[in-house]
């Protein structure tokens, strides 16, 4: 039944292309067929063509490393970092700075444009004392972020004893250490500069 379907559709198919494909000279000549207007143009002189070269360069979007001139540090003392960025994005420029830094952030208080920092500079005399003690201690050191007109300035100080035992437990900070603020800060100008990850 199925075979006979098939043979009837193929037979009907057939009969339509053969109606369809006379030899009618009415269907094979192109003669009669609109055509579209004939536009009048102006031809040139061959002495007036201009031919402009585009010489122009699209710029291609790439990946760069660092804000380089975006942010420079004064020799003032203490040092100031001051970023050409408006707070906001400053604020997120140096917490990512300070993770790829891999500086541990304590505590941050954006209301008050502040955070909290552990740092330390991993002298030979610090990483054996570690090894012996078993702990290591902890400087607890302040970020301060303010704005600047359309800048952003940074500064970073050692914080008391009661802001490090507030933002650690009392036996893992050392309230004798030494005071590597301009330290701490360097190695976040650097980060910036150099080598912060931007788009």
Not at 59 to 75: A, Q, R
């Amino acid at each position: 039944m199925n075979d006979l379907k098939a043979v009837a559709k193929s037979f009907l198919l057939a009969l339509m292309l053969t109606a369809c494909g006379g030899d009618d000279p009415r269907y094979r000549s192109t003669e009669i067929l609109e055509r579209p207007p004939i536009l009048a143009t102006h031809k040139q002189a061959a002495d007036e063509l201009v031919i402009v070269e585009d010489d122009s360069i699209i710029p291609e979007k790439k990946h760069k490393k660092g804000l380089e001139d975006d942010v420079y540090l004064t020799s003032s003392k203490p040092p100031v970092i001051n970023i050409k960025q408006p707070f906001d994005t400053a604020w997120n420029t140096i917490s990512q700075a300070l993770t790829q830094s891999e500086i541990k952030i304590t505590d941050q208080v954006r209301d008050k444009g502040q955070y909290f920092v552990s740092y330390n500079p991993g002298t030979l005399i610090g990483m054996f004392s570690s090894l012996v003690t078993k702990q290591e201690k902890e400087v607890i050191y302040v970020l301060t972020v303010d704005k600047n007109g359309q800048e952003t300035r940074v500064t970073v100080k050692k914080a008391t004893p009661a802001e490090q035992s507030s933002a650690l437990e009392k036996t893992a900070y050392d309230a004798e250490a030494d005071d590597d603020a301009d330290a701490l800060l360097y190695k976040i100008f650097e980060t910036m500069r150099d080598d912060l990850l931007t788009v």
